[in-house]
């Protein structure tokens, strides 16, 4: 295959990375509004988010599985299809059992993006890049979650929460649509290769450095999944005395530095050939800047924003998962491998949006205003203590690793 179509195919994988990212974080910009709607508190928010995760997660195993054996084009293409489905059940829930169903479905069609990009990035470009691609992946992941911030909020504003749904759906639709036209198909491979379907998941599922680096992962991505993800817009309207579009304009902050960082860190990762060192030192650093952000009242707004900046590049480190998970794990069972790491990764979702919002509601003094609950500044500081304390997990996981150069 032409590298100008590999590289169409990549491009393509992360248009579709992108843009489920913003439907992943959408939810954070509509808090209020999805309360006032469905008269519901923080926990049953927490699980409607969460739903996403809980498809998603549940379907990674699945997926690496699948890619291993038919390959990423119709696959993608299929589930883009029923994510921008879901997205306009979604726009129209007249109850939120509809919208738990919704969020549901976009998470099973968003299952299949990132390994997607892993996947297409293993079959078609150099593997001594992999790291810096994987990080170019979910660089077009953060871009689709700073637009689903600010711009997103400011659409909201003028169009609604459901006719902007609405719109995302239709996106949805013309992506999947370009990846069954444009990513191409996987030469069939010899029946040795695989004896049964499930050879490559016990492969996967046999090594311990897959699940340290599934935890690695989980910990690294759990604030970006929870904290900035659902409860950061709220948690600065509530102590910080934003406004919606301001609190989302700098929550980006955190997508900006996972943006940037994620690139890099691949890039430097592959430069030195290893990828230990980078684990340890972005979860240690991810540890500390939580601590500040949690911990430390009243911080002026450019603190906030260069913390979560800061926050959001070290988190970015997550990317190295895949990659030393890969290089302890052969060839036929890259899918798998990826499915695998990243079950904990997006799990981190289903985990922590819940569970910050119970914390939330058990921490509540009653406060009310449009119909929606408002939290104070102890409750959330309670709330999001699970979150260093994950940091600081992952980091040990990383430490436990052992050093393989990726082939």
């Not at 509509?30 to 923080?42: I, P």
């Not at 906030?304 to 926050?311: D, E, P, S, V, W």
């Not at 904990?344 to 919002?357: C, K, T």
């Amino acid at each position: 295959m032409s590298k100008l179509r590999a590289y169409a195919a990549f491009t393509l994988a992360a248009l579709y990375f992108g843009h489920e990212f913003v439907q992943r974080v959408s939810t954070s910009v509509v808090v209020g509004d999805l309360m006032a709607e469905f008269a519901v508190g923080g926990a049953v928010l927490g699980s409607l988010s969460a739903f996403y995760f809980y498809a998603y997660a549940s379907m990674q195993i699945p997926v690496g599985v699948l890619m291993d054996r038919f390959g990423p084009r119709r696959l993608m293409s299929f589930a883009a299809g029923i994510s921008a489905c879901g997205a306009l059940l979604f726009a129209a829930a007249p109850a939120i059992q509809f919208a738990y169903l919704g969020r549901a479905m976009i998470g099973f069609g968003a299952s299949f993006s990132w390994i997607g990009i892993l996947t297409v990035a293993t079959l078609w470009l150099p593997p001594s890049r992999f790291s810096a691609y994987a990080g170019l992946g979910q660089a077009a992941g953060m871009a689709g979650a700073i637009l689903g911030q600010a711009p997103l909020a400011m659409i909201v504003e003028s169009l609604g929460w459901r006719l902007s749904v609405g719109l995302l759906a239709l996106v949805g639709g013309a992506v999947a649509a370009g990846i069954f036209l444009t990513v191409p198909d996987v030469p069939k491979r010899p029946r040795q290769v695989h004896t049964r379907l499930t050879d490559s998941l016990k492969i996967a599922a046999s090594n311990p450095q897959t699940w340290l680096n599934a935890v690695f992962g989980l910990s690294m991505t759990g604030t970006m999944l929870s904290f900035s993800g659902l409860w950061a817009v709220p948690w600065l309207i509530s102590v910080y005395g934003f406004e919606r579009a301001g609190a989302a304009a700098l929550t980006s902050s955190m997508f900006i530095g996972w943006a940037v960082g994620s690139p890099l860190i691949g890039w430097l990762a592959d430069r030195a050939g290893r990828l230990k060192p980078f684990q340890v030192g972005c979860g240690t650093g991810m540890c500390l800047t939580l601590i500040a952000l949690v911990y430390i009242p009243a911080l002026p707004t450019a603190v906030l924003g260069t913390l979560m900046f800061t926050n959001g590049i070290f988190a970015s480190g997550m990317v190295l998962a895949y990659g030393a998970a890969r290089a302890h794990n052969p060839p036929e069972a890259s899918g798998a491998t990826y499915g695998l790491v990243n079950t904990g990764v997006v799990g981190s979702g289903a985990i922590f949006q819940p569970l910050i919002g119970l914390f939330l509601d058990l921490n509540w003094g009653g406060a009310m205003q449009a119909g929606a609950r408002v939290y104070s500044a102890s409750a959330y500081e309670i709330a999001f203590t699970i979150l260093p304390a994950a940091a600081a997990v992952g980091t040990l996981a990383a430490m436990l690793t052992r050093e393989k150069r990726p082939v």
